[in-house]
Antibody
Framework: QLQLQESGPGLVKPSETLSLTCTVSGGSITSNNYYWGWIRQSPGKGLEWIGNIYYSGSTYYNPSFKSRVTISVDTSKNQFSLKLTSMTAADTAMYYC??????????????????WGQGTQVTVSS | DIQMTQSPSSLSAAVGGRVIITCQASQDISNFLNWYQQKPGKAPKLLIYDASNLQTGVPSKFSGSGSGTDFTFTISNLQPEDIATYYCQQYDHLPLTFGGGTKVEIK
């Protein structure tokens, strides 16, 4: 059974960079059929998709984050990671990683997200 | 970005009753719509993909329909374990976007 687990600091200072890692177990991150994604959830903004990565390293980012976000993959560790720079209080949220499906008009676009990790709460505060 | 509008934002229904949630997209998204269930303190879980296809292992009490801009999600025979917030999500255009959620409670 595929499982994902987020790890990283729960507290980040304003202007600093958030670094989170998602460890995938019960399956290989190098599957041709899936993406790997990050999503966050806050009371004010609800669920926000941050971006997806394919095991080859190709990425899709939400333009709302594009100037601040980097998603990378480490196939040797079966992990993928999120870096979000210039953190502010508005970035306080629960951060989730998830496996992403491929679909859409041409069969290669991100579509669904499942399963998700349990999430990690990130608070931005000095 | 494509805006997804869910209604109602919350509802209560009797045990054994039927729940209907609607989701409206700001533009035509064909059938590129998914539904998720999020129980309190848990991560979202995919229930339905491509508007009407049940994810493996999901009970048939959950169903979805619609295409274009208007979609419906239905729970039949509501049970206490169905208490959750339900979200729609489109994937016709990136970025993936979610509806604001519908909180379902027992009356």
């Amino acid at each position: 059974q595929l499982q994902l687990q987020e790890s990283g600091p729960g507290l980040v200072k304003p202007s600093e960079t958030l670094s989170l890692t998602c460890t995938v177990s019960g399956g290989s991150i190098t599957s041709n059929n899936y993406y790997w994604g990050w999503i966050r959830q806050s009371p004010g903004k609800g669920l926000e998709w941050i971006g997806n990565i394919y095991y080859s390293g190709s990425t899709y980012y939400n333009p709302s984050f594009k100037s601040r976000v980097t998603i990378s993959v480490d196939t040797s560790k079966n992990q993928f990671s999120l870096k979000l720079t210039s953190m502010t209080a508005a970035d306080t949220a629960m951060y989730y990683c998830a496996r992403g499906g491929k679909g859409g008009w041409y069969g290669n676009d991100p579509n669904w997200l499942d399963p998700w990790g349990q999430g990690t709460q990130v608070t931005v505060s000095s | 970005d494509i805006q997804m509008t869910q209604s109602p934002s919350s509802l209560s229904a009797a045990v054994g009753g039927r729940v209907i949630i609607t989701c409206q997209a700001s533009q035509d998204i064909s059938n590129f719509l998914n539904w998720y269930q999020q129980k309190p303190g848990k991560a979202p879980k995919l229930l339905i993909y491509d508007a009407s296809n049940l994810q493996t292992g999901v009970p048939s009490k959950f169903s979805g329909s619609g295409s274009g801009t208007d979609f419906t999600f239905t729970i039949s025979n509501l049970q206490p374990e169905d208490i959750a917030t339900y979200y729609c999500q489109q994937y016709d255009h990136l970025p993936l976007t979610f509806g604001g959620g519908t909180k379902v409670e027992i009356k």
